[in-house]
């Protein structure tokens, strides 16, 4: 079964950076286009970005574009969201997931398309 960990959440103030890192195991992860969902209380998980196989393409959610970035290691197994200029709207618990698709350059914002979820990491962002 393949394995995603989350970490690098914690507390901030606002307009600080954070780095999210998440870790794919017993997998290939070169196969897996990867995500960044995060879920607030009461609200539904949405997208945040994403990444292609190789890394060649990204795609973000207008309200972090600019401000978030995601970049992959293929060789450490490891994707990377680093979060800068943070604000309280940001606050939400943050979840990489994996997806199977077979097109390389495919990023798809749909929760759905993705076969595999980490546990999440929570992101406070305080004003």
């Known amino acids: 079964q393949v394995q995603l960990v989350e970490s690098g959440g914690g507390l901030v103030q606002a307009g600080g950076s954070l780095r999210l890192s998440c870790t794919v195991s017993?997998?290939?992860?070169?196969?897996?286009?990867m995500g960044w969902f995060r879920q607030a209380p009461g609200t539904e998980r949405k997208f945040v970005g994403g990444?292609?196989?190789?890394?060649?393409?990204?795609l973000y959610a207008d309200s972090v574009k600019g401000r978030f970035t995601i970049s992959r290691d293929n060789g450490k197994n490891t994707v990377n969201l680093q979060m800068n200029s943070l604000k309280p709207e940001d606050t939400a618990v943050y979840y990489c997931?994996?997806?199977?698709?077979?097109?390389?350059?495919?990023?798809?914002?749909?929760?759905?398309?993705?076969?595999?979820w980490g546990q999440g990491t929570q992101v406070t962002v305080s004003s």
């Open positions: 997931a994996a997806d199977e698709g077979v097109i390389n350059l495919r990023v798809t914002t749909t929760l759905n398309d993705y076969d595999y």
């Open positions: 017993r997998g290939t992860f070169s196969n897996y286009a």
């Open positions: 990444i292609s196989r190789r890394g060649i393409r990204t």
